[in-house]
């Protein structure tokens, strides 16, 4: 692998930690404000595996 190909995978791999990160804290918040699916799919429209956020959100959001 190249220096340049590494450096890529680098960024990569640094960008989708922090887009994790970041949708976790917006799960958090959306918990204490707007527990459900839909809100969720509103802060993140478009995004791979929707279909999979209404059993998250209920099972993240089921004490709400």
Known sequence: MSSKSRRISTICIADDVRFR???L??????????????ALITAYPNLPGEDGVVTLAESLYADN
């Open 21 to 23: 990160i970041e949708y």
């Open 25 to 38: 804290k917006k799960i958090k918040e959306l918990r204490a404000s707007q527990p459900d699916a839909d």
